[in-house]
């Protein structure tokens, strides 16, 4: 069992930089698989990063490539989505999960936490 808990959303400009958190609790946090979604207002939840247990190999939304990093610190069990070049339309609450599988569907994460929002104005 994993808990998380995510932390860094806020305000900014179009343009800004923001790096999301989570922290995790339990034990065998470096099991897992950990991803990053984010869900807009009346859309469903979107892929945006996921990344293996060790951390060594990650994979993006195309929407935020190139622009998003996901990382990971497994001896401190924090999950961190450095975000940059932001747009209005990354405006959503942004979600940690945790997964057997390195896998980009939302129903395949077992473990939530309970999202930060981020808002980008023009």
């Known amino acids: 069992q994993v808990q998380l808990v995510e932390s860094g959303g806020g305000l900014v400009q179009e343009g800004d930089s923001l790096r999301l958190s989570c922290a995790a609790s339990g034990r065998t946090f470096d099991r897992y698989v950990m991803g990053w979604f984010r869900q807009a207002p009346g859309k469903g939840r979107e892929f945006v990063a996921t990344m293996t247990a060790s951390g060594d190999s990650v994979y993006y939304g195309d929407s935020v490539k190139g622009r998003f990093t996901a990382s990971r610190d497994n001896g401190k069990n924090m999950v961190y989505l450095q975000m940059n070049s932001l747009k209005v339309e990354d405006t959503a609450v942004y979600y940690c999960?945790?997964?057997?599988?390195?896998?980009?569907?939302?129903?395949?994460?077992?473990?939530w936490g309970p999202g930060t929002q981020v808002t980008v104005s023009s």
């Open positions: 999960a945790a997964s057997d599988w390195v896998e980009t569907q939302p129903n395949l994460y077992s473990h």
